[in-house]
């Protein structure tokens, strides 16, 4: 196995030698359609060590996690855990994701769970907002929640945030 | 019976509804739910992107107050559950991962106390009869569709499901309390909720095709039991507007539990009509 | 006083490049009571074996030591070698330096040098208190039995009653022909299947060696090879009232052949789990097809009879799938595939076949060109995917697949689908293999003794295997191994009596307090307390020298021949280089 196989192989924890190849992964996913290469496709790449190609790629941000791929698989491998393994390294390497709003949000996201120990919805989506540049998609919808009072401004407090210290001191070193 | 309760950041803002009616109805049942002290986000989909570690981190420290408090924890929102059950399987599958998380933490994880997710509950011996014993208006001649998505069953071992491909707790929920579970085919499905602010387009595409394929079986309502997929189907379904019900929603209309105009307001799409 | 012959084999380079063969030699010149010792490059070759024979003839020798490979190897022709110069066989003890000392230490010879000569010092400490043993003789019952009646079955039945061997074949079923009765057609010349085991079953009614069980199981099992007794009970005919008629049956041999089952749909939960319509198995979809051969009507659906058009045939359903079913290659389904997808175009022409696929297997005979031939022929559609899940939509079964080869996700509507479920060994398997003692694989396949020579013995001696109970297989194989086992049954029916090794248990009934410790402990039920004597006796023709009952024994009353306690302490005194233990 390439060296880069194996790193990612270990920090997913997942057997990548047991792949044949089936496709099952592929036939079941919800999102294949916005991917590269198909499931099977992506495993093939780590396979052959193509790391740029798959650090570059759509796919590693365009999966939702929904473990339909490994939970049918003949041989347990979870490809989530695959493309989170390929995420967390491409943040690492200060890769140029091919899509940028998907990382936007989830660091919008976590950075909101780093400032107040839970996530503070109204911030967070303006923050989105402005590193993504989207101002207008969705802004119907968020409006509407808005209105219902599902968007609140108080500001959540978590007292023994500070517990949580180590794993965003931590974070994005492998 | 007491449980600890994990709320998750949404109760308070968009899946609001989903802890009143679940407290409402665990009320009624007599049983209490205690919302474990100072809980902090379990990380949403996105803490696992970012780090690998911080995404199992996050959960942790909620399962070990849940420890110090020595009762069984309840995370009713799928998304909450499922990475509270996956900092859980860190810790029993031993390892680099779960000492790491034993020194940021400084505490032992002891294995003592289980995690249960509103299907666990209902799948308790006895709780169905528990439920339908409470029931002061059956809803009659109410069809749902029950929606579980990927969360609340999805990886297998992780989660502790045994039928992640059919599972029906829900259903027999609904059933409890006189309401007609339809068969369909999605409800395991994926909404795409990951992409849902990123990409809404997708996760619309995805809603729609839920909303008519639950439309198609011949259902007035779409039940759940995760704080994502309720705002996801209710939000963008484009050529349906089927509500989507929590299934605490649900029971507690059959138990007609105090409050819950206030929770059919929060709905974009209003189901109070459904109980007329 | 003894005098041992040791003879250093260097297996060309295997065990002489990591042991030095001289230096051991020399060792063990000043070694007392070693009369001879010599190396040569090849023991077992027929030169060698002359050195080991002129050794005793003109050394006088009173053991022989072989230092070379496994006993497994070479320790029969050995022992075969001293006993053409009148040695007792038992006498002749190998000492193992290539498995467990040059092919483990190759690269320190030193170290190695120094091991192997304390195997062998070992070893003569062990062949020093060999007793001279004599062969276990024992009678043969020239009758068979044969359990199943399948293919398989009856093909080793009838060429045994054919050999003129009274041969009793156990049927749990109220009909001969196992599964081949639910078949269509067989590849690859869509010969008529019932039309090819009908003839069959004829004869072997008609053969008076053969005496039938039908709707029979076995329910007892006793004896060893060459003598075992089988109780067989017979079930009242349906609808018939009476007691269940019990037999005996006195058989030399016996022959398992009973055969495999589908692994079930419901385990399949991606795959609806058995609750979807017209999603169905392999041999479901056969008794389609054969009714619609028989009556010339198109092939139908089961659910509302509609004419099939289009059907999707998944191949590996519960096969290949070590995380979640069975890990193996069920071997037949690739082929049947092919042959029922060609005669669905044949009897419903203008219906659609796809059929999804990982790899196409034809590893028999003419297959290859047949599956072929009927992809250019019949325009068979192959996908390669494994399809992830299906369910009901409408009228229709939906399939979701990927096509690998061009990398889409399919999504693919059928009136019909057929799942090529994985073969499993049939039910009740698993207590056959309990009573005939014929061990099973982890797959519960009954398992040969050797995957490569001894392939039709199981692990018990005078009980054979054959057909799909020992591994999927299509008919041509089973019916070769049918034969095989009828064979080995005559082989042994042509001796006049049966030679066994002597290394068995023996009792001391001095120190015996007849408990009973050792009857349940002995895989080979060969122990028995006889209650008259007060000690318990070891049947020797039964026995395997297992020593199960030397350990468990609590007053030390049970060792095994040559392998006493004593000896094997001593063994391991010497290996570690401490004085032997006082006897």
């Known amino acids: 196995m390439n060296a880069f196989a194996k790193e990612i192989s270990e920090r997913s924890g997942q057997d990548l030698s047991r792949c044949y190849q089936c496709g099952k992964c592929s036939a079941g996913c919800p999102s294949v359609e916005w991917f590269d290469w198909p499931n099977h496709g992506v495993i093939r790449k780590i396979q052959l060590g193509a790391k740029d190609e798959l650090l570059k790629s759509h796919a590693i941000w365009m999966c939702v996690g929904c473990e339909t791929c490994g939970t049918r698989c003949p041989n347990d491998i979870y490809i989530s855990q695959l493309m989170d393994a390929l995420r967390n390294m491409a943040l690492e390497e200060g890769v140029k994701p ?38 207008f998609s969705d802004l119907g919808a968020g409006m509407k929640l808005f209105a219902k009072g599902k968007i609140p401004f108080m500001l959540p407090k978590v007292k023994g945030k500070g517990e949580l210290d180590t794993f965003f001191k931590n974070k994005g070193k492998g | 019976m007491e449980l600890s309760f994990y709320p998750g950041c949404t109760a308070h803002s968009t899946a609001w509804e989903f802890t009143k009616s679940t407290e409402a109805v665990f009320t009624a049942l007599g049983h209490e739910l205690k919302e474990i002290e100072d809980w902090n986000c379990c990380g949403g989909a996105s803490a696992k992107v970012v780090d690998k570690m911080l995404s199992l981190g996050l959960p942790a420290r909620n399962l070990l107050i849940a420890q110090r408090e020595g009762r069984t924890l309840i995370a009713p929102c799928a998304g909450c559950f499922n990475n509270v059950r996956r900092a859980l399987t860190a810790y029993e599958d031993g390892g680099e991962v779960a000492k790491a998380l034993e020194e940021a933490l400084g505490e032992k994880w002891k294995g003592e106390i289980e995690v ?21 208006k059956p809803l009659s ?34 059933e409890a309390v006189g309401a007609t579970a339809l068969e369909w085919s999605y409800k395991v499905d994926c909404c ?26 011949g259902a007035d309502a779409i039940v759940v039991s995760c704080g994502l997929c309720q705002a996801n189907l209710d939000m963008r379904q484009s050529k349906t507007s089927l509500p989507v019900l929590y299934i605490t929603e649900l029971i507690g209309e059959a138990f007609q539990c105090e409050g819950r105009q206030k929770w059919w307001k929060k709905h974009l799409t209003d189901p109070s009509g459904l109980f007329k | 006083m003894e005098r041992i012959g040791v003879f250093l084999c260097w297996c060309g380079a295997n065990i002489a490049s990591t042991v030095d063969v001289h230096q051991v030699v020399e060792w063990l010149r000043d070694v007392n009571g070693v009369a001879h010792a010599e190396n040569y490059m090849y023991m077992c070759s027929d030169p060698g074996q002359e050195l080991i024979k002129k050794a005793i003839r003109e050394k006088n020798l009173t053991n022989v030591v072989v230092a070379s490979c496994s006993p497994r190897m070479h320790e029969k022709t050995f022992r075969k070698a001293a006993s053409l110069e009148g040695m007792n066989p038992y006498m002749v003890e190998i000492a193992n330096v290539r498995e467990q000392c040059s092919w483990v230490h190759q690269g320190d010879k030193d170290a190695a040098t120094r091991k192997a000569f304390n195997i062998i010092m070992s070893t003569i400490s062990k062949a020093k208190a060999n007793n001279p043993l004599e062969t276990i003789r024992v009678p043969i019952t020239r009758r068979a039995l044969v359990v199943g009646g399948g293919v398989a079955g009856m093909t080793a039945a009838l060429e045994l009653a054919e050999a003129g061997y009274y041969t009793a074949l156990v049927e749990r079923d109220d009909t001969l022909g196992g599964k081949m009765r639910r078949l269509s057609r067989t590849f690859p010349y869509h010969e008529d299947a019932s039309a090819v085991i009908a003839p069959k079953i004829e004869e072997l009614k008609a053969n008076d060696n053969i005496k039938l069980y039908l709707r029979s199981d076995v329910t007892e099992v006793s004896g060893y090879v060459g003598n075992f007794q089988v ?19 006195e058989v030399g041999g016996i022959v398992l052949a009973t055969g495999y089952d589908l692994y079930p749909v419901a385990a399949m939960s991606e795959y609806g789990g058995g609750k979807v319509p017209d999603v169905i198995d392999g041999l479901e979809f056969e008794e389609l097809l054969k009714e619609s051969l028989a009556t010339g009507a198109p092939v139908k659906r089961p659910s509302d009879g509609k004419e099939v058009e289009s059907v999707v045939f998944i191949q590996c359903s519960g096969s290949r799938d070590p995380e979640h079913h069975k890990p193996y290659c069920s071997r037949v389904c690739c082929l049947y595939t092919n042959k029922q997808a060609t005669l669905l175009t044949q009897q419903n022409p203008g219906a659609k076949a796809l059929i999804s696929y990982m790899d196409i297997r034809t590893d028999c005979k003419l297959t290859e060109e047949y599956c072929q031939g009927n992809i250019e022929e019949k325009g068979l559609v192959y996908i390669r995917g494994r399809v992830s899940r299906l369910y009901r939509e409408g009228d229709a079964v939906r399939v979701w697949t990927a096509d690998t080869l061009t990398g889409e996700k399919l999504e693919i509507d059928a009136d019909l689908v057929v799942l090529a479920m994985a073969i499993e060994p049939s039910v009740g398997a698993e207590q056959i293999s309990k009573m005939f003692r014929a061990a099973v694989d982890t797959n519960g ?16 001696m005078g009980v054979y295997l054959a057909g799909a109970a020992q591994y999927p297989k299509d008919i041509t194989d089973s019916v070769s191994q049918a034969l095989a086992t009828a064979s080995k049954i005559q082989s042994m029916f042509a001796s006049d009596e049966l030679h066994q090794d002597p290394l068995v248990a023996l009792v001391n009934p001095e120190v015996c307090a007849a408990c009973g410790l050792c009857v349940p402990i002995c895989p080979y039920g060969a122990r028995e307390v006889d209650e008259r004597a007060r000690f318990s006796r070891v049947n020797e023709a039964l026995c395997q020298g297992c020593g199960a009952c030397v350990a468990i024994c609590p ?29």
């Open chain 2, 192 to 217: 795409g909720a990951d992409l849902g602010i990123s990409h809404g387009g997708h996760c619309a595409d995805i809603c729609t095709r839920l909303g008519e394929e639950a439309a198609k079986a």
């Open chain 3, 445 to 460: 396949f009954l398992q040969e003794s050797h995957i490569k020579l001894r392939p039709v013995e199981s692990s018990t």
């Open chain 3, 231 to 249: 109780t067989i009970e017979t079930r009242p005919t349906e609808g018939e009232d009476g007691a269940p008629e019990v037999v005996t049956e």
């Open chain 3, 555 to 583: 007053n030390k009353a049970c060792m095994l021949k040559n392998d006493t306690p004593m000896q094997v302490l001593n063994q391991i005194h010497t290996f570690l280089g401490k004085e032997e233990p006082a006897q």
């Open chain 2, 116 to 136: 249960w997710s509103l299907v666990d509950f209902f799948d308790r011996e006895g709780a169905m009869e528990e439920i339908a014993a409470r029931v002061k």
């Open chain 2, 141 to 174: 001649g109410l069809k749902v569709v029950a929606y579980y998505g990927c969360q609340m069953v999805r990886p297998p071992r992780v989660v502790g499901s045994s039928d992640w491909e059919n599972p029906t707790a829900l259903e027999r929920a609904a």
């Open chain 1, 98 to 135: 091919a899509e940028p709003a998907v990382m936007t949000f989830h660091q919008a996201f976590t950075g909101s769970v780093s400032r107040f120990g839970r996530v503070h919805e109204l911030s967070m989506l303006m923050e989105y907002k402005l590193k993504s540049k989207d101002y």
